[in-house]
């Protein structure tokens, strides 16, 4: 993001919705983390009133990606065999693309406990089916279960660091109107 | 996307004969591509002129045309069988060349073909280098400093701007031919003008050097929706300067981090996209300065490749069968990936082992030529070995090659450790075959590695691993047979080291070596390759060996039958024997057996894992094979298929108590070795050339003195030839005979009386031991004392008369019978004067088998097997000999414009790299075709020189007559225009080389010569004449070096002139409608 040219203020996993608000941001990246997404409710509660404002872009990968999910109403689950390594093709629902993707998670989102008329299914993992990133279909959040940032492992899924600046941008310019 | 329903019929066009650059990689790229297309409902019509071939076997495809690939051809059948759309992208460079000559000429639009895979647009802009170049500038990549030139002055400008070295690359060819590089204003005037001669469109293109640069291989594809993926990436051991054939290469690439890899990759995907390769894979090259990191593209072949099949091979991801199903409308997620079943083909294989490829050369037979590796491919094939990890598959692939090591050994032992800075560096900085292993005694002597890495541009990572194999082969030394622990033993095993390699190290042999490895404890393992580094459950068996804790082989059923292939491509066995064995492995699963394939060579049908039940990707020697018997214990294993390589291990494993099957070992023994040889055709009252055996120089002489010169001199046990040579005076014996015994390494070499003149027959049986049906009597173009594989043949023999034939049957059935020979057995006759001397009988698949099937309709190497497999051939319903109901001709293939300076006459050393085969009703025009597919222009007028040696010059009056009267002008050197004037007819008379101009030098030089008619004076000849044949291969006029060949041109010039030039093309399925024939139920059931 910030070859980008973003300028980035990274905040701790714990920071409270007063904590986030002070740092006046353009947007909010979820980032990822270890391990079982259920415990950390303290997050999942921010996420939802972040939400709640309708005006702050979100954009979620792997832990964020569930945490957002969670936020959203859906379930998570462990998954029987965890996603690890540099080559799983990962389809884009919208284009019908397939990016070759890194990945390293032990959970997944569970798409059937997803409010459909909220929450769009943005990418499906082409080895097992499984749901690999999601959209508010009206609202400026989204978030992928996969690694966008790739390091290491292939660079396909950058797209989604333009996609979440274009979010940004274009948040921050209905925000200046409405001002 | 599903597939497309606007298409039905498929035109796929072949790579044609074996060649240099390339080899037996598009038989299996388009045998994949006919079976993909095949399984999707399309109709394949096929064209391959090469006979040798799995695609061409009439079961591959809805209609096989076996016709020269040429543009003409092409609109033939296209015109005969009006396909919807055309499939080049899988038969090399030669498919891909032909298509865009027949897109141009408008042939595709007139018909309404079009082209799938990657069209016209896709194709020029990746092939036309300028276009290239200003393509990669687009989209932000680099490329080295190049301009295209279309003249020499054009040329010179060039060079001055860009600076020397220079590199010079012909525009359309293959293989990079009139590739090179040009250190000095001297060398780039020769290369410049070779190159503009070689390119198919008279350009060249001038480049800055990379030499010395690392090199990188992406193999990509990519669907009709824009999904890219890369399946493979391979890193070149020897860096840029050295054609990536030639190179050692190892998968994946070793020697980038992550980043600089994805850097690559995304190079890799911004290229296909550009060029527009909608449907399909591609390679590409890049290059990588060791100390900066810049990045340029070399180049990328819009189209499947020899790196496309290694790819496959090294990760189990069949490119060109999903190639096919992309030219035909799929998306790659709609494509189950054939080896776990459940994920589909969208995706990046994974490794988690280690591949390397060893190229495997043959200068030795081109005596004369250079052998530094340059950018023009000149190796002949190739070995792959899988290990966990770098050392190990190198080691593997050492002994893989079939060159005598046993590991990464060098071949110089014995000149000991000298201090390595008077290592000549030269050694070390000139790429050649041998540089590996100056490599390695240099590190040996303590060259340190930075040195070493300065001095070849090998990466200091691959100089690391070389060293720590020294390293540990010092420890094993050390501690001597005593002294080899398990632990020891399992290290050196994990690090590739044979049995023999570690017997020969601690000075014992390598029976006893088994032994005391198996009572340490230390056993085989093997691993699956299956595209996900166990990520999935791997459905196809596909295994390589090694030395860790967990064996994820399978042990099946019990009706199990190993099939052994022939190694690495060499000259003499190719591409024939792999044909055979892949025939084996298809009847023997019809019958109801699981198959084990064993092989080495990345390049074959047989390493194909869909092929056989079960595939093993092993080196061919003793101990690798012992160990996959011993893990699979198969009922019984097949040696006669796949050439020498399995033959050679035939006894050792019948000694161990392996049960082969069909002939019997001791069969081949007693056909090898002289004296039982002799017992052998006294006993069946059978004629043989007066012939004795010996070990000594002296006994050599003493035998000569005997049955009189000429001689045919051969070491034992080879194939192709190897060191055979006619010897015709006393004066050149001692060095002959010094070569062969030098060739036969313990054995004997064999003495032969040379029969001139003679009409040199070969045939082809199978046997069951009560039965025995001839394949075919063949009648080879050139007389005997012209390698059997180099040799022009003709079925059915035309010239012998129907006794001659009956009696050669006769011979080769109680040949068969006294043999106790079970499956197939090829004989080699010599008729003189109506009589029939039998020369050599191999009980065992030969060169012709393919050939001879294809041009009578009849799968000898299936029926073979069956009866190996206790078929009689009376069950079989095979009671008559076949027919071949019109003349078929195979002519050879030779590589003589890859090496430069050597002599083109051909001998009793086979130097062919493959065939074709013409088919007609008539002889003179299947001879024809033969021609044109072998890439000769076949002239219908113009000059014809004739220069022969006295004893030819009775014959050729004849043939100078026969092309007088066709209005070709007659050239003769004087004493040939002598006694051709003298006989009436009108010649202009040209001067020796060194005896004025203009000199038939000039003449090919200006082209105003058409066809050269020149026989060799003696076994050694004279440099003039060598001069003269290599200047015209290099010319790429056509030249007859034999007076049988060249009654065999004139006959068919007059033939073929008759018809303006132009010929049938029939397929395979017209020519034998009546002979679809199968095995029946009940056999299926024994």
Known sequence: MRERGCSLKVLPAAASFEDILAVDPDGLFLSNGPGDPAPVDYAVDTIRKLMELETLPLFGICLGHQLMGRALGARTYKLKFGHHGANHPVRDEATGRIYITSQNHGFCVDGDSLDRRKVATTHVNLYDGTLEGIAHRSLPFFSVQFHPEAGPGPHDGRYLFDRFIALVNRQRLRGSTHA | ?1086
């Open chain 2, 1 to 1086: 996307m599903p597939k497309r329903t606007d298409l039905n019929k498929i035109l796929i066009i072949g790579s044609g004969p074996i060649v240099i650059g390339q080899a037996c990689e598009f038989d299996y790229s388009g045998a994949q591509a006919c079976k993909a297309l095949a399984e999707e409902g399309y109709r394949v019509v096929l064209l391959n002129s090469n006979p040798a071939t799995i695609m061409t076997d009439p079961d591959m495809a809805w209609r096989t045309y076996i016709e020269p690939v040429t543009v003409d051809v092409v609109e033939c059948i296209v015109e005969k069988e009006r396909p919807d759309a055309a499939l080049a992208t899988l038969g090399g460079q030669t498919a891909l060349n032909i298509a865009v000559e027949a897109s141009k000429r408008g042939i595709f639009d007139r018909y309404g073909v079009e082209m799938i895979g990657a069209d016209l647009a896709a194709i020029e802009m990746a092939e036309d280098r300028d276009s290239f170049r200003t393509a990669m500038a687009q989209i932000g990549l680099d490329t080295p400093m190049s301009e295209a030139a279309r003249s020499m002055s054009q040329a010179r400008d060039i060079s001055r701007k860009i600076g020397f070295p220079l590199v010079i690359r012909p525009s359309f060819t293959l293989g990079g031919t009139g590739g090179a590089l040009a250190y000095n204003a001297e060398e780039f005037e020769v290369f410049a003008a070779r190159g503009l001669e070689k390119s198919m469109i008279g350009e060249i293109l001038i480049e800055e050097s990379v030499l010395g640069w690392k090199e990188y291989e992406l193999e990509v594809m990519r669907d009709l929706r824009d999904n890219v993926v890369v399946i493979c990436s391979i890193e070149n051991l020897d860096p840029m300067g050295v054609h990536t054939g030639d190179s050692i290469t190892v998968a994946p690439a070793q020697t980038l981090t992550d980043r600089e890899y994805q850097d690559l990759r995304n190079a890799a995907a911004a290229v296909i996209r550009k060029i527009g390769v909608a449907t399909g894979g591609s390679n590409i090259q890049f290059a990588v300065h060791p100390k900066t990191g810049r990045v340029v593209v070399i180049e990328m072949n819009p189209r499947v490749s020899r790196s496309s099949a290694l790819a496959s091979k090294a990760t189990g991801f069949p490119i060109a069968k999903i190639a096919a199903k992309l030219a035909v409308g799929y998306s790659l997620d709609e494509i189950p990936n054939d080896i776990t079943k459940k994920t589909p083909a969208s995706f990046e294989p994974v490794m988690d082992y280690c591949v390397v490829k060893i190229p495997r050369f043959a200068f030795e037979k081109f005596p004369g030529s250079d052998d530094t590796l340059t950018i023009s491919m000149k190796s002949v094939g190739e070995t792959m070995a899988i290990g966990r990890s770098f050392k190990e598959a190198l080691q593997k692939g050492f002994r893989g090659l079939e060159t005598g090591l046993a590991g990464f050994e060098s071949p110089f032992a014995g000149s000991g450790n000298p201090d390595y800075d008077r290592i000549d560096v030269m050694l070390l900085s000139r790429p050649s075959p041998d540089r590996i292993f100056h490599v390695r005694d240099a590190l040996a002597a303590g060259m340190p590695v930075d040195r070493a890495s300065e001095l070849t541009g090998i990466d200091p990572w691959f100089m690391d691993n070389m060293l720590e194999i020294i390293e540990m082969e010092r420890e094993i030394v050390a501690a001597g047979p005593e002294g080899l622990s398990g632990e020891l033993l399992k290290r050196a095993k994990q690090a590739g080291f044979s049995d023999l390699q570690l017997g020969r190290l601690v000075g014992i042999d390598e029976d006893a070596m088994r032994v005391l490895r198996t009572k340490r404890g230390v056993l085989p393992t093997y691993k699956s390759v299956d595209t996900c580094a166990a990520e999935f459950e791997a459905v196809t068996p596909y295994f390589y060996s090694t030395w860790g804790d967990e064996d994820e082989t399978r042990p099946g059923g019990d009706r199990k039958v190993m099939i052994i292939g022939g190694g690495p491509n060499r000259i003499g066995q190719g591409i024939e024997f792999d044909y055979c064995c892949v025939q084996a492995s298809l009847v023997l699963r019809e019958l109801g057996y699981e198959t084990i394939m064993v092989n080495s060579n990345p390049e074959t049908v047989s390493t194909d894992y869909d092929v056989s039940d079960r595939l093993y990707f092993e080196p061919l020697t003793l101990e690798d094979v012992l160990n996959i018997i011993e893990r699979e214990k198969p009922r019984g294993v097949i040696v006669q298929l796949g050439g020498q390589t399995p033959l050679n291990l035939a006894l050792d494993l019948e000694k161990r108590g392996v049960t082969i099957m069909g002939t019997p070992p001791s069969a081949i023994n007693r056909a090898e070795d002289r004296k039982l040889f002799k017992e052998l055709v006294d006993k069946l009252d059978i004629r043989q050339p007066e012939s004795d055996t010996a070990r000594t120089f002296e006994e050599v002489e003493r035998i000569v003195e005997r049955i009189g010169y000429p001689v045919l001199l051969r070491p034992s046990y080879v194939l192709g030839g190897r060191a055979m040579v006619t010897v015709w005076s006393g004066a050149e014996l001692e060095g002959f005979a010094r070569e062969a015994f030098k060739a036969s390494l313990d054995h004997p070499i064999l003495i032969d009386k040379f029969l001139e003149d003679a009409l040199e027959i070969d045939v082809d049986a199978v046997a069951d031991g009560t039965d025995v049906i001839v394949g075919g009597v063949m009648e080879h173009i050139e007389h005997a004392g012209i390698h059997s594989g180099d040799s022009a043949m003709v079925l059915p023999a035309h010239s012998l008369g129907p006794e001659l034939v009956v009696s050669i049957k006769e011979q080769t059935r109680r040949l068969a019978l006294e043999l106790g020979v079970k499956g197939l057995i090829n004989v080699q006759y010599a008729v003189k004067d109506g009589d029939i001397y039998v020369l050599e009988v191999n009980p065992r698949a030969s060169r012709t088998v393919p050939f001879l099937s294809k041009a009578t309709g009849t799968p000898l190497a299936k029926i073979a097997t069956a009866v190996m497999a206790g078929i009689s051939l009376g069950e079989q319903g095979m009671t008559a000999d076949p027919a071949c109901p019109f003349f078929a001709v195979k002519e050879s293939v030779l590589p003589f414009s890859r090496f430069t300076g050597t002599d083109t006459v051909l001998g009793p050393e086979m130097k062919s790299t493959g065939e074709v085969m013409g088919h007609d009703p008539d002889l003179g025009i299947a001879f024809g075709k033969s021609q044109i597919a072998a890439g000769l222009d076949i002239p219908y007028g113009g000059a014809v020189f004739i220069s022969v040696k006295d004893y030819d010059k009775a014959a050729v009056v004849d043939i100078a007559g026969s092309f007088e009267e066709m209005g070709f002008e007659i050239l003769a050197t004087a004493g040939t225009a002598e006694v051709l004037a003298r006989r009436g007819i009108s010649v202009t008379s040209l001067p020796r080389l060194d005896g004025g101009r203009p000199n038939i030098l000039d003449y090919v030089k200006n082209r105003s010569v058409a066809l050269l008619i020149n026989t060799p004076s003696g076994p050694k000849p004279r440099q003039d004449e060598v001069t003269m044949r290599s200047s015209a291969a290099d010319h790429a006029i056509p030249i007859v070096t034999t007076m049988s060949a060249a009654r065999a041109m004139a006959g068919a010039i007059k033939a073929m002139r008759v018809r303006g030039g132009a010929f049938q093309v029939q397929s395979l399925q017209e020519l034998f409608q009546h002979r679809q024939r199968g095995f029946n139920h009940e056999n299926r059931q024994k």
